[in-house]
């Protein structure tokens, strides 16, 4: 947002900006078939002050699917991939796995009534059951923190 | 400096990689090639390997091995560094190619000649 010369738009503009630098995106990656769990995983990671970035809510009809996943892997800060019987079928989650791994970034395996084994690609990672999901919140609160206290 | 190929398959199709990676050859570019045998617990870091040091990526899909996950995996990390990367379709009909590899341009591997003539003439132009 530019400043008009307004002290109030300029206070606005400026707050704008720290919010911005502040914000601490989570990538989620996971099969539509499984969109509930999803979005609940989204309210619970959102009320720690995170963002997600959610294929149903950030995708628009007409965009190139592939590029805006990749915007999306190139603004996040981490992903939570959930694994699931549906997310080991599909195309898009590996996709979405090499992207976020390519680019070095903090991937985290959720598994939901899956072996860790199952999703080849990240058996290398530690993975968090979706019954232990409190876990991760844990350990996300404190990377937001610590991110903040960083660029405070 | 030659233009350089890395080519991701799964280890089905390996007959397959090494005739590409002849015709590439011989066309002057130089390949390097993962067939899922090479370290086959680290995929991911072979391929990033890889990619770092590549021009362009093929990614070999055939009926033989279009389930597996790796091969998603290279296309997403090429498209996430932004490599020109480029989908070989060996086998299948088109009602079966996967709706991601339908969002990408694709190369059927009939028409694999075509494409090599107009590679080679890319990158001597450039």
Same mark, same amino acid.
């Given at each position: 947002m530019k400043s008009n010369g307004n002290p109030d738009s300029y206070q606005m503009a400026k707050s704008? !900006?720290?919010? &911005?630098?502040?914000?601490? %995106? $989570?990538?989620?990656?996971?099969?539509?078939?499984?969109?509930?769990?999803?979005?609940?995983?989204? #309210? !619970?990671? #959102?009320?720690?002050?995170? #963002?997600?970035?959610?294929?149903? &809510?950030? %995708? *628009?009809?007409?965009?190139?699917?592939?590029?805006e996943i990749i915007r999306g892997i190139n603004a996040c800060y981490e992903a939570i991939v959930l694994i699931s019987p549906n997310s080991v079928k599909s195309q898009w989650v590996p996709f979405e796995i090499g992207g976020a791994r390519a680019q070095h970034k903090r991937v985290t @395996?959720?598994?939901?009534?899956? !072996? @860790?084994?199952q999703m080849a690609p990240l058996k290398d990672i530690k993975a968090i059951d979706l019954n232990s999901f409190d876990d991760f919140l844990a350990q996300l609160k404190r990377r937001i923190s610590e991110m903040r206290r960083k660029k405070a | 400096m030659a233009y350089k190929v890395f080519i991701h398959s799964s280890s089905k199709d390996i007959d397959i990689v090494q005739d590409?990676?002849?015709? %590439?050859?011989?066309?002057?570019?130089?390949?390097? +090639?993962?067939n899922g045998l090479i370290s086959p617990d680290k995929p991911i870091a072979v391929t990033n390997k890889a990619l770092r040091e590549a021009d362009e990526i093929f990614v070999i899909l055939s009926s033989e091995s279009m389930d597996d996950p790796?091969?998603?995996?290279?296309?997403?990390?090429?498209?996430? *560094?932004?490599?020109? $990367? *480029? @989908?070989?379709?060996?086998?299948?009909? *088109?009602?079966?190619? @996967?709706?991601l590899i &339908?969002? %990408? &341009?694709?190369? =059927?591997?009939?028409?694999?000649? =075509? +494409?090599i003539v107009d590679l080679a003439t890319r990158t001597k132009a450039a």
């Open positions: 704008s !900006k720290r919010q &911005k630098r502040l914000r601490y %995106l $989570v990538f989620i990656s996971h099969s539509s078939l499984d969109a509930w769990v999803a979005k609940a995983m989204v #309210e !619970k990671i #959102e009320a720690l002050g995170a #963002e997600c970035w959610l294929d149903e &809510k950030d %995708l *628009t009809g007409g965009d190139v699917i592939a590029a @395996p959720i598994l939901n009534n899956v !072996k @860790p084994q | 590409l990676a002849n015709r %590439l050859e011989i066309a002057g570019i130089d390949v390097d +090639y993962f790796n091969l998603m995996v290279a296309l997403g990390a090429a498209a996430s *560094t932004r490599r020109r $990367v *480029t @989908p070989i379709v060996i086998g299948l009909e *088109t009602a079966q190619v @996967p709706s &339908k969002s %990408l &341009k694709y190369v =059927r591997y009939a028409d694999l000649n =075509r +494409y």
